[in-house]
């Protein structure tokens, strides 16, 4: 082989003529009709093995930089770890923790009621970034509330760029638990409207679970028959306008449509990373995201600009669509362990052996400083003896802790069971859904005829009898109350999701612009605004130098020829125009 006029290693006009299928696909390579293998491809160009990082000289690159290379072996690190999950095995987040998913739904308002059916297992997120929603909130009937999921503040919405409200569209939601709606806000990534290469949704969330720490989630999305470049461009600049949030720990959740699988031949996926990576992100997800019968692809993303404080990214096996979640767990702060308590948010639950606990809330924590509030304490005080006066005051006080925190019994749940099951889902219905999840997680592990074949079988199933199953319950409920109107219409509305009211606080914006919901602050501005408004409107007219209002000539129109005439009555007439009305005797 001739020498290389470079004299290193990286030429590409060398790369062509000497290495077998340069520009080949891995999953060409691997063979298409082994879908395992395929399926197990891996995004990692951080790791030190990578045949990219190869090229060139790398004693001077390890000598040099050395800061980088310990930036990519925490990288390469994260993403080794990254693995597929059942959504089954993800644990609720502790207080020290956000855990976010992002996921391409494929039209929000079609998959809303399968969320609302599977709430536990969305609960356990601080987070829920959707893409793709297909959805425009000014089109609803009932607008947002058609959208809200128990336990998640109203959901921040984008609608789709495109004038069919298809294909596009970003929605945000935060878990209650994480912070109020105060702490929420939007922020405007200054893009230009007129371009439609990219969505980008910005939110920030101020402190996030009392840990008094900021934290800005990035919701985006790229339609596949949108210009690559162009979005690059559009991503290029909403990264300098986030710039000032360097400092705060920003992650990038969405859908890009370009395959990091490809990354080693592909322009696209290697221009995303280096625009990226720019601005100081890298990618944390390794394992594709969408897995059908011919083809394994990366095209979900997620990006840090923290990798200390990123715990672990890892794909869910959520069957909702044909994309797969991700999970992005981050840190708070350092964890603290507490022995014979485990506390989640102002949430203590305090062990009293195996059968029975405690929980200590500040819903609890008032009703108890009231109760002792209230509490005269004169029997105690009414004994002479030391011994017995203690005595009737920690009965007393017992009493009144045991009222405000009372003693709960932890029964043991059966397999599979549900935190809040619906009244149609059935034991053996339940065992029969976690079989299929297991089914699904089994087909993205190891796409076989047989597994798909399997998976398909249980999804057949469960879709009939949940379906056959609902059906017959709410029959029987409208049977049951068919002499009440009330019940059916609650019924009715349950089903239709008007029940579930969004946040109706009431927010006011300031002459500086920022945005006051807290009641009190409510409160105030409205009596300061109230009260001092006959003040400004005297200082208004005071300030004319001419006080002429004017005469009723300017809003009385010049007297008409034809008067009007009102003719005299008497008690008679107005008697038998009141008996000819017509009486309704019901």
Known sequence: MPHCHRDSLGCIKCCESNIPGYYTDNCEIIGKTNYIKAASLKFNPYDTAHIINSIGNSTEQDENNELTNDLYTKTSLLLTNCKYQEPSNVTPSKAEELKILSLNIRSLMKNIEVIREEIDTYLKFDVLCFNETNCNVEKLVNGSNDLLIDGFHEPFLKAPVRKSGKGGGLAIYVNKKVCNASNLELVDPGLDPEDTSGEFQILKMHNCKHENKTKVIVNFYRSPSKDVNRFLNLLDTALYKLDRHSRKHVLFFGDANIDLIKYDTDNSGQCLIDTLAKHGYVQSVSKPTRVTSHSATLIDHVYTNNIEDTISSNVLTIDLTDHLGTLTTIRLATPSNKNGSSKIMGRERINLGSDKSRIINEANNVKFKELLECE??????????????????????????????????????????????????????????????????TKIKKPTEENVASYNRLKKFCEKHVEKAKNQYFKKQFEKYSDSSKKQWRLINGLLNRSKKGDDRIRLKGADGKIVDNDQAVAERFNDYFSSIATKIKAQISSRQTFDPGGFEQYLHKSTSQSIYLKPTDPTEIQKIVLALKINRR
Request: charged letters at 25%.
């Open 376 to 441: 005269t304490w004169e029997g105690v005080l009414g004994h002479g003896n030391a011994c017995t006066q203690y005595e009737s005051f920690l009965e007393k006080y017992t009493s009144h802790y045991n009222t405000a925190y009372p003693l709960r019994c932890n029964r043991t749940r059966r397999a599979h069971e549900r935190a809040s099951p619906k009244p149609w889902i059935l034991p053996w219905l339940e065992s029969a859904c976690e079989r299929k999840q297991k089914a699904y997680y």
